[in-house]
């Protein structure tokens, strides 16, 4: 996604910044696999 450094400092701070690139990354994909099944059956109506 980009990101080469943490914003945060501390090791608490940092995992919690890493958690959430982790989660946005996940949805990303999740949201790439359910959208796709659609829009293929909309092409084809």
């Given at each position: 996604?980009?990101?080469?450094?943490?914003?945060t400092k501390k090791l608490k701070n940092v995992?919690?910044?890493?958690?959430?690139h982790v989660l946005a990354?996940?949805?990303k994909r999740v949201?790439?696999?359910l959208v796709t099944p659609a829009m293929?059956?909309?092409i084809r109506a």
């Open positions: 996604m980009g990101a080469t450094h943490f914003l995992s919690t910044e890493m958690s959430l990354c996940n949805m949201i790439n696999i293929i059956e909309a």
